[in-house]
């Protein structure tokens, strides 16, 4: 009987998650899981690999070798027709005018009140013709309802696209193995058409690492999903390729958000450092929707923003290993909580806690003292600048 209880009490400690029909699978799910997933999270209503080894593995997998993720949870949102490109200038911040045939955007989803609805990869794949690469919130939904009654000529639907991710300095080696040359003539945030054993697909210079990485994105994914997944293991396994989940530890070294912890409905682009000029495009009378809001916020400020910090003390954990349940509350020298860190981890290479924190402003400046009740117990922390490795980003422009 003891040792049924023992059971129990560690089942709730890590509960298992359930794995049924109800939860959508990625084009890539059953081959994927071959390689031996450990945890899996939920995002846009699908299941997806977090884990397969244990993430400071997959850390130094990634930062020193190549490294294959499943991504098809990132639902290829299309907007198409005569009316799209006057839709999606609506529809975001950034200029549109800006974005080539070809070309690549990061950029935010933005409602009326300059709240962050979802930030995307944007992709020009024709004149007339984008997909929303998604973050984890049902963008197609709003999209339609923006397009319903609009009097624009579009339709928004999602299509059978779906991506992986290559990712590490030898993504190269391995995306010329399956090819050719022809791939490294891709600017980093652009685009290439290519066909690979009769599967047709678009290769981006994207990707959610701070490293060297594409994105390969199949079309009629539902039924080359194993194929290609298949393919592109075999081109990577004379390079080392490991399965891995997204690496939050280097994302988080990289000061690449994560959608749902670091930026919500209620975070405006101003708060986490990105009302720059070109991510939010104050351009002339051109409308977008949260313009107006945008523009106030501009004028009058922020009353908070999303800083990074150095947590000193014992290691707080790697994110994706269960240890940050919720977020951690943050706290002022006057021992009042003033905030809250959104993502932290251990980082292997620098050696040290690092994360990132909403405060308010008066406690934003560099070498501001805060007090962090983290997993491990109290500890000090202080503001630091973010990106925490690679600051200007050149690795993955390499």
Not at 4 to 26: C, D, H, N, T, W
Not at 353 to 375: C, D, F, K, Q
Request: overall charge negative; glycine content about 10%.
């Amino acid at each position: 009987m003891s040792q049924v209880i023992e059971q129990i009490e560690q089942s709730a400690q890590a509960p298992e998650i359930l794995l049924y029909p109800r939860i959508r699978k990625s084009p890539f799910f059953y081959a994927s899981r071959r390689h031996g997933v450990r945890k899996y999270s939920v995002y846009n209503h699908h299941y997806h690999p977090r884990v397969y080894t244990d993430p400071v593995d997959e850390y130094w997998a990634l930062v020193q070798g190549v490294t294959l993720w499943d991504v098809g949870v990132e639902r290829q949102i299309e907007i198409a027709g005569p009316d799209a490109f006057e839709f999606t200038q609506r529809l975001v911040p950034r200029n549109m005018e800006k974005c080539k045939v070809g070309q690549c955007k990061y950029v935010f989803v933005t409602a009326p009140d300059g709240g962050i609805i979802n930030d995307p990869v944007l992709l020009r794949v024709e004149e007339n013709r984008f997909w929303l690469s998604l973050a984890d919130s049902d963008v197609l939904l709003w999209c339609q309802g923006l397009a319903h009654n609009s009097g624009l000529d579009v339709t928004i639907r999602e299509v059978d696209v779906a991506p992986v991710q290559v990712q590490g300095p030898k993504a190269k080696q391995v995306m010329v193995d399956l090819f050719g040359e022809s791939v490294l003539e891709i600017p980093y945030y652009y685009l290439m058409e290519a066909e690979i054993d009769g599967m047709s697909v678009v290769i981006s210079r994207t990707g959610y690492s701070g490293e060297i990485g594409y994105e390969i994105y199949l079309r009629d994914a539902s039924l080359y999903g194993e194929q290609l997944w298949q393919r592109v293991f075999e081109a990577g396994r004379p390079h080392g390729m490991q399965v891995i989940g997204p690496c939050h530890i280097r994302r988080i070294e990289g000061a690449i958000l994560a959608f749902g912890c670091d930026i919500w409905y209620d975070t405006n682009p101003f708060e986490v450092g990105m009302g720059y000029n070109w991510m939010v495009d104050l351009r002339g009378d051109d409308d977008f929707i949260g313009r107006a809001a945008l523009e106030r916020i501009k004028a009058e400020g922020v009353s908070r923003k999303l800083v990074g910090v150095e947590i000193d003390g014992p290691n707080i954990g790697y994110f994706t290993d269960g240890s940050m349940i919720d977020v951690f509350p943050v706290y002022g020298s006057d021992g009042e909580r003033i905030g809250k860190v959104t993502s932290a981890t251990h980082s292997p290479r620098l050696e040290k806690n690092i994360g990132y924190a909403m405060v308010p402003t008066a406690y934003t400046e560099l070498g501001t003292a805060l007090r962090i009740e983290a997993n491990t117990g109290m500890q000090d922390a202080v503001v630091v600048p973010k990106p925490f490795h690679d600051p200007n980003k050149e690795t993955p422009k390499g």
